[in-house]
């Protein structure tokens, strides 16, 4: 195997923001960031969404709105068109 060609595989502290849960996979990501973990200091990454978060993963129903995007900029900006006719 040639030498120098591939990534640093290390230890990436990964922290889900949505359900505040830490993490810590073997990744060949770089971040400049750094946090201490437990002890140990880890390269540090956030992230939106995990398995910790994800609907799909925790079972979690979230209810989509029925409406159009038409129907719901009415409802919501609907009262300053009549202003303006008037």
Known sequence: MR???HP??????FHDTNA????V???TMQPKQTREFEGKT????????????H??????????SNEGRVASFNKRFGRFA?????
């Open 3 to 5: 030498s120098n060609i």
């Open 8 to 13: 640093t595989y290390q230890e990436v502290l």
């Open 20 to 23: 505040d849960v830490y993490f």
């Open 25 to 27: 996979i073997r990744s």
């Open 42 to 53: 880890y390269p540090y990454v956030t992230l939106d969404i995990s398995s910790a978060s």
């Open 55 to 64: 609907p799909f993963y925790t079972g979690e129903v979230r209810q989509a």
């Open 82 to 86: 009549s202003r303006n006719k008037a």
